[in-house]
């Protein structure tokens, strides 16, 4: 195997684990994310983890990142929890940086 093949499969391989570890950080911010909502509406435990797990699914679809911000200004405003979508946004970028931070993703 030539040189210029090794180094084009280490760069496929490195591509691969950053695209794995990107995965794995957007799956723990939406976690993280929907857990913050949970606790505003007052859910705890298993129904705090239900309700999270939500926001991890919501992620396979087109436009994500609007889904789950409208998912949750949404449940808030049904339980008269007074939260804008700024914020909303302000958050899950937070919990985007402590994702990374935890999975040792991409900064």
Sequence with gaps: MSSF???EQSFER???????LA??????RNRL???????HLGLSGEAADAYAHDFVEADAVKRADERIIAKAADDLARKHVAVDAVRLRVELDRFAAEARRQVGGPK
């Design 23 to 28: 995965f794995k950080a957007r799956a723990r």
């Design 5 to 7: 093949d090794e180094r």
């Design 33 to 39: 994310f929907g857990l913050w909502v949970a606790g």
């Design 14 to 20: 490195k591509f691969q684990h950053d695209q794995e």
